[in-house]
């Protein structure tokens, strides 16, 4: 069936079980993958997957839900059946509705329709690039994990006042992670992530060569001492902590209390003047954006710290509805619809004038660590505290010199992190989670063996 | 329910597939597989979450599919699908042998499936007897309720969820076994404020095969439990970072051997070369109290299995004797690979997995000493009463969140601290575990790695390691 044939199905299936108000969402996807091992092929992947997320609304306008992988005619009768049944615990507290934005036009960006290129092609490209890779530094042994996949998906969302929205993409991504071997040292291990709309798109090259100088780059290693440092967080890690604590922009987890933010939040300074964050899920350089949530609103370019301050929450149509404003375009589909952020834009505002610009991870010639990477993001963040201490790839950086950092960990609170950033550098790089400039740190605690 | 309705050229669960899976198999054997291995599964899923005083989810699921796996020689070709009809399982095999580029002629034998293992006959009463939705929404409020004991809890929370998966295996080497498993598992969060001071506290239970476990479930010990922990750690320090000798705690302090050592036993790690164990068997590894366990037999724990997802009933293997590294974890694939037998541990999240070789129930044995005599043994360090999460890196370096922490002086507990992880290597940490306690006790968890989330127990007793990076503050 098509995403037609589904919803006609659904909407007689409603019918005759007496269900005048529905909504689905489904996802259908054909993926391939290959990994190799030292030039041989270690595993070939097929799969497709259909998933189908019906809601359905009761006589007292309680909600229940069920997902399936079964889109046959019996299948899509018995999820609603289930899905009714559900209503009957519906949350009677907090009421969902359909999204007000359901029906807005969309913008969908011209993508250039990609073709698979077949299994065979796959394995031939990683092949190449693994032997690139190794032959790159005779200290590179092997290329323990690696993968290149490319995904063709379609999603929908229609609901049964006529809303109706798909659409479909492909997506390809590359990852090469090397480990370095010398004698009477520790094996060290890095790699680089690709993405593209389809495997020709994908800067191969580009991700060899991030791999090996990487991991080549924390050959030369040494214990740091436990101490309190000068930090620049490198684009991609300023990312992964503004991710880990995107709970502070989220009404979802401020209405179950789960934020450091509250209701009234919106106006407070909480950083630096200097810095603007958006979420941008439509932004050219975003491979994985999506026109429409799950709720079918629209995507849209949103300003969460403007000039230090919180400017906007992102919602769901129900924290939207709580909050006395708009949905975002950022709620999933469930029975308890989840929130979360696209893709984060950091930069610096017009604003900085207490920046110390002097500050420059390419010049800098004072003593300072430079967090590469962070690590094990879901054992070191404690959002609803704002807590975090997590191991990260990096280096000391001292008269000039730096030195891997062998084995360490960096503590903080994202309050304290956010308010003593002393430089936001003015370049900023695109990566596959959002785009940022290097962010530096007045003093975070490092802890090393040393 | 969880059979299907019958249609021809289909797979019907609850009903003899048999002659269907072979005809399968006999197109992929014809086709040039040295190897084929057909996993079918049909789930029945639901899940409930309680917050305060409401029920704000309830979230059914169900759904089927197949994953087909093709060896020749050492490489496989694995294809997932949701369609279960004769057309749609023969192309999958076409699919992964054309992923695999056979051309050659030589051609296995297939002698047709063995007798039907059905391991399922008694479970299939299972679906009846577990909790309702209603039953089970009356008691996590219940649960809740039990949490709201003074006005420093500020969010409460109770997650239950069920899931119950029949499969079907059967491979070209004449394998053809049936299960149904059930996995239940309940949760209980809070988080607790006063000023500026701020904690959490969670517990999770869990177990397999036992549809009424939630009925028996003590909930006002466990709310208790997740309580005093929030308490405990509201008003604690941050931890000073260092190296320190610590105490961790039993039942989920096992998540340390789990990840930081047991993934490195685990043939998928030799197969990638990222093990530092993989020539050390029969070698001193740890230290010589230490005697590790993975099993997949332990009744109602949550790693246990009546088949693995290769048609294999788990052995209990003694990974470490001694200190001495006596075994790997090994699947189908890693004994192709590597030459370590399987040992039942091939395992996958679903259909859409190929299996690989994971723990199950994980465990450090007990020995001889009491909680007391570890702590007393230190003058200055740290006891972990309750681990949160970790991971380990592609080099071995693990870390780990301590969700309740205390300091030990002069062999007592002082102080709470909260802030703490424990940093290290397996290869270093091994040897430094120095004493074991006499007080083993499981913990349920969900493992992430290759063949995605799989339900398993981590476990210990008291155990001291003299020596640990802390991180800290």
């Given at each position: 069936m ?10 007689k ?5 007496n ?6 969402g489904?996802s ?10 030292k030039?041989?092929?270690?595993q070939l992947?097929a ?16 909600v229940g839900?069920?997902t ?7 299948g ?21 509705e359909?999204?007000?934005?359901a ?18 092609k796959?394995l031939?490209v ?5 032997v690139?890779l190794?032959?790159?530094?005779e ?5 323990p994990y ?10 929908v969302y ?17 990852y ?7 004698k009477?040292k520790?094996p060290?291990s890095s790699?680089?992530v690709?993405?593209?709309y389809?495997?020709?798109d994908i800067d ?6 991030e ?5 080549i ?20 890690s ?14 979802r987890?401020?209405i ?11 106006g407070?300074?909480?950083s ?11 932004h050219?350089?975003n ?6 949530d ?9 300003c969460?710290?403007k ?5 906007n ?5 129900s924290?939207?509805?709580?909050f ?10 469930g029975?308890k619809v989840?929130?979360?952020p ?12 207490d ?7 390419s010049?800098y010639?004072g ?7 962070l ?6 963040v404690?959002a ?11 280096w ?7 030195i ?9 609170d ?14 900023q790089?695109?990566?596959t ?10 003093e975070?605690?490092i802890t090393?063996d040393a | ?6 249609k ?11 002659d ?9 054997i ?7 291995e ?14 305060e ?7 059914p ?9 093709i ?5 496989d ?15 999958s095999?076409?699919?992964?042998i054309e992923?695999l ?8 034998v ?8 059905d391991?399922?006959l008694?479970?299939k009463?299972?679906?009846n ?9 009356e ?10 004991k003074n ?8 997650s239950?969820?069920?899931n119950l998966?029949?499969v ?9 076994v049936s ?13 607790a404020?006063d ?9 999770r239970?869990?177990?397999s095969?036992m ?6 479930w003590?909930?006002e010990?466990?709310?208790n439990d997740v309580?005093?922990s ?13 190296q320190?000798?610590v105490v ?6 096992g ?14 790690q ?6 530092p ?8 590894i740890a ?5 590790a366990i993975?099993?997949g037999?332990s009744?109602g ?11 294999m009933?788990?052995?209990?293997s ?9 075994k790997f ?5 890693g004994?192709?690979?590597t030459?370590?037998?399987?040992t039942g541990s091939g395992r ?11 723990m ?7 020995g001889e000493h ?10 200055e360090?740290l006891?972990?009463k ?21 300091l030990?002086?002069n062999?007592?507990?002082?102080s709470p601290?909260?802030g703490?992880t ?8 091994m ?9 083993l006790?499981l913990?349920?968890?969900f ?17 001291k390691?003299n020596?640990?990076?802390v991180g800290?503050?």
């Open positions: 098509n995403s037609r044939e589904i919803t006609t199905q659904i909407s299936a409603a019918d005759f079980l269900l005048k108000k529905w909504d689905y489904a259908f996807s054909n993926d391939y993958s290959v990994q190799v091992d030039g041989e092929a270690k992947k799969s497709q997957k259909q998933i189908l997320t019906i809601r359905v609304w009761n006589q007292s306008n309680l839900i069920t399936t992988s079964d889109i046959s005619e019996s899509i009768k018995k999820a609603l059946k289930q899905a009714n049944i559900a209503s009957d615990f519906g949350n009677k507290n907090e009421s969902t359909f999204s007000p934005l029906k807005d036009p969309i913008k969908v960006k011209e993508v250039k329709k990609r073709n698979p290129v077949g299994i065979k796959l031939t990683l092949r190449e690039a693994e690139k190794l032959e790159s530094h200290s590179i042994k092997s290329v690696n993968g290149l996949s490319e995904s063709f998906f379609e999603r229609a609901n049964s006042e006529g809303a109706f929205r798909s659409y479909s993409k492909s997506q390809a991504a590359l090469l992670y090397a480990r370095a071997e010398e009477n520790k060290r790699g680089s690709k993405l593209g389809g495997a020709d191969i090259e580009s991700c060899i060569k791999a090996s100088n990487k991991t780059s924390h050959l030369n290693y040494s214990s740091i001492k436990t101490d309190k440092y000068l930090i620049c967080f490198s684009p991609e300023f990312l992964t902590i503004i991710n880990a604590f995107s709970s502070m922009f989220n009404a987890s401020i179950d209390g789960v934020s450091l933010s509250n209701k009234n939040s919106i407070e300074k909480i630096t003047e200097a810095l603007n964050i958006y979420d941008d899920g439509l050219e350089k491979i994985s954006s999506t026109p429409f799950g709720e079918g609103t629209p995507t849209k370019r949103l969460l710290i000039g230090g301050r919180i400017e929450f992102i919602h769901s149509e924290t939207a509805r709580i006395k404003t708009t949905p975002t375009g950022h709620a999933g589909l029975s989840s929130v979360s696209d893709w984060i834009v950091v930069e610096k505002s017009d604003e900085n004038f920046l110390k610009t002097s500050l420059d991870h010049t010639e003593e300072f660590v430079y967090i590469e990477e690590n094990a993001i879901h054992a070191g404690r609803s505290q704002g807590s975090f201490s997590l191991p990260f790839d990096g000391l950086y001292k008269k000039g010199k730096k891997s950092i062998e084995s360490a960990t960096v503590a903080g994202i309050k304290y992190l956010l308010k003593n950033i002393v430089n936001i550098e003015s370049s790089e695109v990566t989670s959002g785009i940022s400039p290097h962010i530096w740190i007045n975070l605690s090393g | 329910m969880l059979s299907s309705q019958i021809s050229n289909e797979i019907v669960f609850g009903s003899c597939n048999k269907l899976l072979e005809e399968i198999i006999f197109y992929g014809g086709l040039g597989a040295d190897f084929v057909i996993f079918i599964e049909n789930t029945d899923n639901s899940s409930v979450l309680a917050e005083d409401f029920i704000t989810s309830v979230s699921s169900f759904g089927r599919g197949a994953g087909i796996r060896f020749k020689g050492k490489k070709g694995f294809v997932s699908t949701n369609d279960l009809t004769k057309h749609g399982l023969m192309r095999i076409s699919q992964a992923m580029d056979i051309t050659e002629n030589k051609r296995e297939f002698n047709g499936l063995n007798k039907h293992r391991y399922s008694s479970k009463k299972w679906i007897e577990v909790p309702s939705i209603h039953e089970i929404s008691k996590l409020l219940v649960s809740t309720k039990s949490l709201k006005n420093k809890i500020i969010t409460r929370k109770g239950y969820s069920r998966q029949e079907i295996i059967a491979s070209s080497d004449g394998t053809y299960d149904i498993r059930l996995h239940q598992t309940v949760g209980l969060n809070v988080i404020s000023a500026q001071y701020r904690s959490s506290g969670s517990r239970f869990g177990s095969g549809p009424n476990e939630f009925r028996l003590d909930h010990k466990a709310a309580f005093e929030s308490m405990n750690m509201l008003y604690a320090d941050y931890v000073d970072a260092g320190m000798p961790l705690a039993n039942k989920f302090g998540v340390i051997f789990h990840e930081a050592c047991g993934h490195l036993l685990e043939t998928t030799i197969e990638r070369g990222t093990t164990f993989e020539n050390k068997l029969n070698e001193k230290h010589e109290s230490v005697t993975d099993e037999i009744e724990s949550f790693g246990s299995l009546s088949v693995d997802d290769e048609g009933e788990p052995e209990k003694v990974l470490i004797k001694d200190g001495i590294l006596k974890i090994s699947d189908r694939a004994e192709l690979r030459g370590h037998k399987r996958r999240q679903n259909y859409s997995f190929a299996a690989a070789s994971r199950r129930n994980t465990y450090i044995a007990k009491s909680k007391e005599d570890l702590i007393n043994s230190i003058s360090g006891y972990c309750s681990m949160g999460g970790g991971s380990v890196g592609a080099t071995g370096q693990f870390n780990f969140a301590v969700e309740e922490g205390y030990i002086k062999g007592k507990l002082t601290v909260k703490a424990l940093i290290g290597e397996a290869k270093e940490v040897p430094k575990i120095s004493m074991c306690g006499n007080d006790e913990a349920p968890g493992c992430g790695s290759i063949s995605g989330s799989v339900n398993v127990t981590v476990g210990q007793p008291h155990i390691v020596s640990i990076t800290g503050r």
